[in-house]
């Protein structure tokens, strides 16, 4: 059974941020949420504060990012990764989730993300190891 717990966020590439945000926006009913020259954010519900696709204006931030919902998920999704030879990077904590990322065999970017729970000390991007995790962070199955 997979730990992963949905579809976190798909981000593409886009010469013209602009025009490909309104192509996704007519074409599939999606709602910008955040736009800028470089970056628009897109979202399927609008109020649900999830923001589904990305279009960015750097080709080296293209990814897919999936949520796991505790954890013990966090780890054993990295455990699995490392255990078939798969190099991640990370952990990585921010102020409301902790993530990790690696390549898959195409060299597609792909991030594992955690909400945790605790207060984060300095929120900013830094890594982290899994024991700092747990001290803040509540370890459920």
Not at 26 to 43: I, P
Not at 58 to 68: D, E, G, Q, S
Not at 88 to 114: K, T
Request: proline share 4%; with cysteine.
């Amino acid at each position: 059974m997979s730990k992963l717990s949905r579809l976190g966020h798909i981000s593409l590439y886009a010469h013209d941020v602009r025009r490909l945000a309104s192509f996704y926006e007519t074409a599939l009913e999606l709602a910008v949420v955040n736009h800028s020259d470089e970056t628009a954010c897109l979202a399927i519900d609008p109020q649900s504060g999830r923001q589904d696709l990305l279009i960015l204006n750097n080709p080296h931030h293209v990814h897919l990012a999936f949520w796991v919902d505790t954890l013990d998920h966090f780890k054993e999704v990295w455990r699995r990764l490392t255990d078939h030879g798969i190099l991640a990077h990370g952990p990585y904590v921010e102020s409301e989730y902790a993530r990790f990322s690696f390549l898959d065999p195409e060299g597609n970017q792909v991030e594992i993300i955690w909400a945790h729970r605790g207060e984060i000390p300095h929120p900013h991007r830094r890594k982290i190891s899994f024991r700092e995790l747990e001290k803040f962070g509540v370890s459920q199955e």
